[in-house]
């Protein structure tokens, strides 16, 4: 026993200096991360996830590098109509802050919707159930919340001006708040406010979004004054042809170490969380622990490795049990009537008659993983209605498609789209986008996939190519290159979505029989 005990103890002391992690610690899209310890000894992630439903992703790690989805704060968008009717593009969930209290047993969630009502979600269990138990103004743009050692609620937010409020003791209301600065003179603007409290003192971290620079500021008293020093200054990106990392959060780790997450612009693909460990001085400010003056892309272990299931990312679902895994989720909040799970399976029922995918409801969306990501989806189309669409897209503000198209009673055939692009966010501009190739299909053909694949990092070719199969074993390209597009008029990167909907009448319906999500290596 005592033997055993011995090298364990030595083994893990040892491991956690061995091994090293490798950045992006996800490749993938989860941006505005809040990270913190939870009461189990396990930390937590909050993230972005703009118009996607439900909202506010949250992933779970032993060691800070291995993460897995284990669901959202925001179950449903419940910010208005507009998250109903395919007008709340880019609104959401963003920048938003989550934590764990002990004195009430409750996990919070707090986030400006639509840059003008804050809202409040709480649970009894990370994993839920949430929901809303408040909303109030002001709008707490990118906000940060501590829980003081008394039990107090503060809130650090703001752009431009950044400040402090305090919250009722419930945490459901304003009782004060106040400016406690502006951005400073290395800078032209401030936002990505998190607010900390280390050994007595008072931290606000934030940045410069437009100068490559991270702040930290700190005071002895939660609303000042406050004082800062540069945290960040244009420090090199782990991930080739992105920006500095400048925004994110500060954990401490059970062993007493401090890291900074953050993440890099690596669009198409998306925001891409990247760790680094901080230090701290003897004035109380942290020091980013770089590699040869930029960030590193690897690093010791922070903790003992914990591996987690691969299937965490890639692998196949079939859509066997009665709720979606967190995977998952719509383009703005579902027509709940227009979808069954578990019967056996899912079925997406035509939602929408419309020519245009953006005011489509219910496209269901998967997050691409790694710089080369593909998807396959395996739909039956035997009772698709005359006029639908159904299909496979590359889904961001400019976006293109492969899918069935029905445009007569049995006249099936498969067509590409490129080009479908958005003029501007919040609220949807018509946009069939250009048929660029079609194909025929045996009348007969009851099942078909479609296959994606993205050359989606920052640094590769920016293509995306779709094809169909018949048997799901050989596939035939189809509508030849799509450039996908680097910009973030979505902030959310390139979706895999799964779409179907009608031009002339309700009525038909699609089996999604399974999702494939992989990750190519050559
Ligand atoms: C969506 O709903 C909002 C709120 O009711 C309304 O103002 C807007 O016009 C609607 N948009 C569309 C495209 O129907
Ligand atoms: C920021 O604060 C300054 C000084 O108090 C004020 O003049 C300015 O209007 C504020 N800006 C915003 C956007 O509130
Ligand atoms: C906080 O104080 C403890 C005890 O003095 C010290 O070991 C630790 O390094 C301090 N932490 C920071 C972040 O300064
Ligand atoms: C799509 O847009 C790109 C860029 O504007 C253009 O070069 C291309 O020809 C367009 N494709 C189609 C099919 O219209
Ligand atoms: C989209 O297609 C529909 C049906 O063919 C047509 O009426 C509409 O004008 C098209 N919209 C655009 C923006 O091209």
């Not at 900074?260 to 693909?269: E, K, R, T």
């Not at 299937?311 to 909040?333: A, V, Y």
């Not at 194909?439 to 996939?449: G, Y």
């Amino acid at each position: 026993m005592l033997s055993t005990l011995l090298v364990a103890v030595f083994s893990t002391s040892l491991g956690v200096h061995a091994q090293t992690f490798t950045n992006p610690v996800i490749y993938a899209d989860f941006a505005d991360n809040d990270i913190f310890l939870g009461p189990d000894g396990v930390y937590y992630y909050s993230a972005s996830s703009m118009h996607y439903s439900p909202g506010a992703p949250i992933l779970q790690s032993w060691d800070l590098v291995n993460w897995q989805l284990i669901g959202h704060s925001v179950p449903s968008l419940d910010f208005g109509d507009d998250y109903n009717n395919q007008s709340a593009y880019n609104l959401g969930t963003w920048a938003s802050t989550m934590r764990y209290r002990e004195s009430s047993d409750t996990w919070y969630w707090i986030g400006c919707a639509n840059f003008w009502t804050t809202y409040v979600y709480t649970a009894p269990e990370a994993t839920g159930p949430w929901s809303q138990s408040a909303n109030f103004q002001p709008c707490f743009y990118d906000c940060g919340l501590l829980i003081d050692d008394d039990d107090t609620l503060y809130v650090a937010y703001g752009s431009e001006n950044v400040s402090v409020a305090q919250l009722s003791s419930d945490g459901l209301e304003v009782v004060t708040t106040q400016q406690v600065f502006t951005y400073p003179p290395e800078c032209t603007s401030i936002e990505g406010n998190r607010m900390y409290k280390v050994n007595g003192t008072y931290y606000i971290l934030d940045d410069c979004p437009n100068d490559g620079i991270t702040l930290v500021w700190k005071s002895a008293d939660p609303f000042g004054p406050y004082e800062y020093k540069i945290l960040n200054d244009n420090v090199a990106s782990p991930v080739p042809n992105t920006g500095p990392p400048v925004q994110g959060s500060l954990v401490e780790t059970s062993e007493g170490d401090w890291y900074f997450m953050s993440f890099s612009w690596n669009y198409p693909l998306g925001r891409v969380p990247v760790l680094a460990p901080i230090t701290w001085g003897e004035d109380g400010f942290p020091t980013l622990m770089t590699v040869d003056g930029a960030w590193g892309e690897s690093y010791p272990y922070p903790l003992p490795e914990h591996p987690l299931p691969s299937w965490s990312w890639t692998g196949t679902d079939s859509f066997t049990g009665d709720t979606f895994s967190p995977h998952w989720q719509w383009n703005q909040n579902p027509d709940t009537e227009r979808f069954t799970l578990n019967n056996p399976g899912l079925t997406l029922h035509t939602a929408t008659v419309t020519t245009d995918l953006y005011a489509a409801r219910n496209t269901l969306t998967h997050r691409p993983y790694g710089a080369r990501p593909y998807g396959i989806v395996e739909l039956n189309i035997a009772h698709m209605a005359d006029g639908d669409i159904a299909g496979l897209a590359a889904l961001k503000d400019s976006s293109a498609w492969i899918g069935v198209v029905l445009d007569g009673p049995d006249n099936y055939h498969i067509a590409v789209a490129h080009n479908l692009t958005m003029e501007s966010a919040y609220g949807s501009t018509l946009s069939n986008g250009t048929i660029v190739e079609i194909a025929d299909i045996p009348e007969s053909q009851e099942t078909i996939w479609f296959k994606l694949s993205m050359d989606a990092a920052a640094a590769g070719s920016h293509e995306a190519i779709f094809s169909y199969s018949l048997d799901g074993e050989e596939f035939v390209d189809l509508g030849g290159f799509y450039t996908l597009t680097t910009d973030y008029l979505f902030f959310v990167g390139y979706r895999f979505g799964i779409f179907n909907f009608a031009t002339s009448a309700l009525g038909g319906f699609v089996d999604v029989v399974s999702f494939t999500s992989g990750e190519s290596t050559t």
